[in-house]
């Protein structure tokens, strides 16, 4: 069993940087995929960047040039440093795991663990 949770969420000024961390234990996450999703009210959770076990990344195109996503599997944690923040980023933020990978990435069905959620809130 895989447990994932979440840190590094609050509130900052459009424009602001912060940087969420998904600490997982269980097991090692070397060869999983790994992914950030977030879900703002009343909406769908919707896919924000994946990174492949073997470290191709990649994002949803409302946060290209923004948002990076990066892991360490030796510390068996993944990251994703957001810079220039925006208030339609406000949103819970989910990590996520997929033991086998499939290539559909955005597609949260294909995701076999999940964190709890941080939550991010840029005001303008």
């Known amino acids: 069993q895989v447990q994932l949770e979440e840190s590094g969420g609050g509130l900052v000024q459009a424009g602001g940087s912060l940087r969420l961390s998904c600490a997982a234990s269980?097991?090692?996450?070397?060869?999983?995929?790994m992914g950030w999703f977030r879900q703002a009210p009343g909406k769908e959770r919707e896919f924000v960047a994946t990174?492949?076990?073997?470290?191709?990344?990649y994002y949803v195109d409302s946060v290209k040039g923004r948002f990076t996503i990066s892991r360490d599997n030796a510390k068996i944690t993944l990251y994703l440093q957001m810079n220039n923040l925006k208030p339609e980023d406000t949103a819970v933020y989910y990590c996520a795991a997929m033991v086998y990978s499939s290539g559909t990435y955005a597609n949260p069905g294909t995701y076999d663990y999940w964190g709890q959620g941080t939550q991010v809130t840029v005001s303008s």
């Open positions: 269980g097991r090692t996450l070397s060869n999983y995929d």
């Open positions: 990174i492949t076990w073997n470290g191709n990344t």
